[in-house]
Nanobody, 121 residues
């Protein structure tokens, strides 16, 4: 069974930095796009950043210039470097991957369990 496990969340002061990681495990034949989403209390889940299998990236306007998404295909891992953090970045951050599993699973999108990021003084 495929699992996405996030790590790296926590409490940070405004202006600080955090690096999130998300590792995919299980029987995986290919990983296509990988992405980070976030959801603040009372809000809908929103796309933060995404990266294709060849490294093309896309960012939400609210994080451009502050966040950087990257991936290590050999480790089935995606990262999110977050700099100049603001209180409005506070949310649960979720990893997402478009991947090819077993013949039974086929191609599907998997989600991580989420990691809390809190930006506060």
């Amino acid at each position: 069974q495929v699992q996405l496990v996030e790590s790296g969340g926590g409490l940070v002061q405004p202006g600080g930095s955090l690096r999130l990681s998300c590792a995919a495990s299980g029987i995986i034949f290919s990983i296509y796009d990988m992405a980070w989403y976030r959801q603040a209390p009372g809000d809908q889940r929103e796309l933060v950043a995404e990266i294709t299998s060849i490294g093309s990236t896309n960012y939400a306007d609210s994080v451009k210039g502050r966040f950087t998404i990257s991936r290590d295909n050999a480790r089935n891992t995606v990262y999110l470097q977050m700099n100049s953090l603001k209180p409005e970045d506070t949310a649960v951050y979720y990893c997402n991957a478009d991947l090819l599993g077993t013949a039974t699973e086929g191609r599907f999108r998997a989600w991580g369990q989420g990691t809390q990021v809190t930006v506060s003084s």
